[in-house]
């Protein structure tokens, strides 16, 4: 008696792969980043009218600093992308500045302090 060995051969054929890009490109409409550079133009010139119109004080550089941040605001979140980025980097990019302002209205505090304590306890003007 022999004994028969039967094999069974499968043949895989190769999957195919699917050709996955290495990096996807998102476009953004042109309409969007011409609406933008409208808007940064309206803040330029509203910016240029506080100083023609003639405001002085508090009011002149609060509307400065006012448009100042809206265009840079604007110019982060679409022209460098930042509108469309991880909120892990945003906050790695915007955290710092803010923190920074912090301080230096911590500052500011500080030496409204210090000139009221030397008026205070030696009684000299600066």
Same mark, same amino acid.
């Given at each position: ?61 609060? %509307?400065? $600093? !006012?448009?100042?941040? #809206?265009?840079?605001? /604007?110019? *982060?979140?679409? @022209? ?6 991880? %909120?892990? $980097? !945003?906050?790695?990019? #915007?955290?710092?500045? /803010?923190? *920074?302002?912090? @301080? ?23």
């Amino acid at each position: 008696m022999a004994m028969t060995e039967t094999t069974i051969h499968t043949h895989t054929s190769p999957q195919t792969q699917t050709q996955v890009p290495a990096q996807t490109h998102q476009q953004h409409p042109i309409g969007l980043y011409l609406v933008v550079w409208l808007l940064l133009f309206v803040l330029s010139t509203f910016s240029y009218l506080v100083d023609y119109v003639g405001l002085q004080g508090y009011l002149r550089w609060s %509307l400065i $600093l !006012i448009f100042m941040m #809206l265009k840079a605001g /604007l110019i *982060v979140a679409i @022209f460098m992308h930042m509108a469309w980025e991880r %909120l892990a $980097l !945003i906050y790695a990019i #915007l955290l710092p500045p /803010l923190l *920074v302002l912090v @301080f230096v209205a911590l500052m500011a505090s500080e030496s409204h302090y210090v000139l009221f304590s030397r008026l205070t306890f030696f009684g000299a003007a600066p």
